[in-house]
């Protein structure tokens, strides 16, 4: 769908376009399956908090009632693997290989764990090529000023830490130790090309930690193909794990011997329950992990998981970019504007608008049901949830700013 201008007549979009295009969605059905107490609620914040799955409540009423209150401690011996098995189920959502993702605590701290990482391995690499600085260590961490905060903070953090600088933008990476960055802009959706700018962090001998917060189950990747050492994100945006749900590390398999991270808890150790007087880290990508990891979290997140690996990730994809296209071309029918790219392929699963006056469009429209997120300094945004926003939220939504935005 787009709006058209065929000669002299201006195709309008309507709502009727909207129902009619959530009547011929493949994976509609899949809203069935979250509990919804208020269909008339318009929600475009799934990308914030994910909508609950229906079983959701159904599996952690089994765990609660089987495994913890009769199971009693007898259940760690199922629970021990639990982050690993969940991590398996993910693995093929971002085109990963069992045993190269984790679940585990937040993604503030698999942040600070992958950076520390990314930087060992880089001292490494300095170290058996003379193409580093001598000293075998880079002295900059590489950043954008507009990526989300906690990536900012940490890295910040870490730098103040180790004595690097931290640079804002990757034009110059001959300097670089290791180079942060999310796929998806958490304001403009704007997709970056993984592989192409992997291979040149690489080639420049940086390591790289994407953040695919935004686009672990939005969009169709392959960490593989991308050439992706190391990854984090987190669970309960477009995963619909639930809130506070556990983030994810992604190791790949061939760093597992040798990458190093800098909390050493007792779940990342060599026969962990040996008690043993020194940490040894383990040979897999449980050596990402620190403590007592939470069952509960990970029950939930567990099937939020597998809703999305039911729909599988091209399908999901392909209506994200299908209700994106559509809030783009309602932005141009409204003249809303928006940088959120035009072409599907350079973008994610949102869509932002801006307006001077968009903090107080979303607080208004909140109270009217309409849901979306405000992010500073002025952008009202649409988040599209493919297993859970229908055409008609995406059209209700936009309406209902364009109407506010007219004053
Ligand atoms: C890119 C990105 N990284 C990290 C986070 C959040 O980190 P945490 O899960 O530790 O709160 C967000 C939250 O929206 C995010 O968008």
Request: proline share 1%; glycine share 8%; hydrophobic share 55%.
């Given at each position: 769908m787009s709006t058209r201008k065929l000669r002299h007549t201006v195709v309008v979009i309507s709502r009727d376009d909207a129902l009619a295009l959530d009547a011929a969605d493949p994976i509609a059905h899949f809203r069935d399956r979250f509990h919804i107490p208020d269909p008339a609620v318009v929600y475009l914040d799934g990308n914030s908090l994910g909508m609950p799955p229906k079983r959701t409540l159904?599996?952690?009423?089994e765990v609660y009632q089987h495994d913890w209150a009769t199971g009693l401690i007898r259940s760690?011996?199922?629970?021990?693997d639990l982050p690993q098995r969940v991590g398996d189920q993910l693995a093929p959502l971002i085109g990963a290989s069992p045993g190269e993702v984790v679940l585990h605590d937040n993604t503030t701290l698999c942040v600070y764990q992958a950076v520390h990482a990314a930087l060992g391995l880089n001292d490494a690499n300095a170290n058996a090529n003379a193409t580093g600085t001598g000293n075998g260590s880079r002295p900059v961490i590489a950043i954008s000023a507009d990526d989300f905060p906690t990536d900012r903070y940490v890295v910040d953090g870490i730098a103040a830490a180790t004595g690097r600088t931290v640079r804002h933008g990757f034009d110059r990476l001959d300097d670089v130790a290791?180079?942060?960055?999310?796929?998806?802009?958490y304001r403009t959706a704007e997709l970056v090309d993984v592989?192409?700018?992997?291979?040149?962090?690489?080639?420049?001998?940086?390591?790289?930690?994407?953040?695919?917060?935004?686009?672990?189950?939005?969009?169709?990747?392959d960490l593989r193909a991308c050439g992706v050492q190391l990854a984090v994100g987190c669970s309960y945006k477009y995963l619909n794990g639930g809130p506070g749900a556990p983030a994810w590390s992604y190791v790949a398999s061939e760093l597992h011997a040798v990458v190093r991270q800098p909390i050493w808890g007792w779940f990342a150790t060599?026969?962990?329950?040996?008690?043993?007087?020194t940490f040894e880290p383990r040979p897999d990508i449980a050596r990402m992990l620190l403590g007592t990891p939470s069952i509960l979290a990970l029950?939930?997140?567990?099937?939020?998981?597998?809703?999305?690996?039911?729909?599988?990730?091209?399908?999901?994809?392909?209506?994200?970019?299908a209700l994106t296209t559509l809030a783009i071309d309602l932005c141009d029918q409204y003249g809303l504007a928006t940088p959120t790219p035009r072409d599907p392929a350079r973008r994610g699963n949102h869509v932002a608008v801006q307006h001077p006056n968009a903090k107080?469009?979303?607080?208004?429209?909140?109270?009217?049901?309409v849901i979306f997120d405000f992010r500073e300094p002025n952008i009202v945004r649409a988040g599209c949830s493919p297993l859970t926003t229908r055409f008609v939220d995406v059209f209700d939504g936009l309406s209902a700013v364009a109407r506010l935005a007219a004053g």
């Open positions: 159904e599996r952690l009423t760690w011996e199922h629970w021990v290791v180079v942060v960055r999310s796929v998806i802009d592989a192409a700018e992997t291979a040149r962090a690489h080639a420049a001998g940086a390591v790289v930690v994407w953040d695919l917060s935004h686009a672990v189950g939005a969009i169709d990747i060599e026969r962990q329950f040996e008690m043993g007087a029950t939930a997140a567990e099937v939020g998981i597998a809703l999305s690996a039911e729909a599988g990730m091209p399908a999901i994809h392909a209506k994200g970019t107080a469009i979303v607080r208004e429209l909140a109270a009217r049901d």
